[in-house]
């Protein structure tokens, strides 16, 4: 079955950086896109990155353009999203989700546990 892994989450001051990375298993990694989304209490989910099968796409939030970056390997059926200029309105858990198709716009249809990322002083 599918997994979806994520790891890097934790406590960084505002201006920082951290790195999220997604370590897929039980999937063809490389044929499908993925993406991260998060989500705070009371609030829904919401879509921070999409990355296509063969990196030849991303999409972002406007929240997060030109501080966040997805990338992908393939190799290590890996996805990242390395996280810069840190605010405290990205205090968030953060899902790792793969997608049905090779496109960043196809539907999510499986979803990680989630990890933890703090901005705080």
């Given at each position: 079955?599918?997994?979806?892994?994520?790891?890097?989450?934790?406590?960084?001051?505002?201006?920082?950086?951290?790195?999220?990375s997604c370590a897929a298993s039980g999937v063809t990694f490389s044929r499908y896109a993925m993406s991260w989304y998060r989500q705070v209490p009371g609030?829904?989910?919401?879509?921070?990155a999409a990355i296509s099968s063969?990196?030849?796409?991303t999409?972002?939030?406007?929240?997060?353009k030109g501080r966040f970056t997805i990338s992908r390997d393939n190799g290590k059926n890996t996805v990242y999203?390395?996280?810069?200029?840190?605010?405290?309105?990205d205090t968030a858990?953060?899902?790792?989700?793969?997608?049905?198709?090779?496109?960043t716009?196809?539907?999510?249809?499986y979803w990680g546990q989630g990890t933890q990322v703090t901005v705080s002083s």
């Open positions: 079955q599918v997994q979806l892994v994520e790891s890097g989450g934790g406590l960084v001051q505002p201006g920082g950086s951290l790195r999220l609030k829904s989910r919401e879509l921070v063969k990196s030849g796409a999409n972002y939030a406007d929240s997060v999203l390395q996280m810069n200029s840190l605010k405290p309105e858990v953060y899902y790792c989700t793969k997608r049905g198709d090779t496109y716009y196809s539907p999510v249809d």
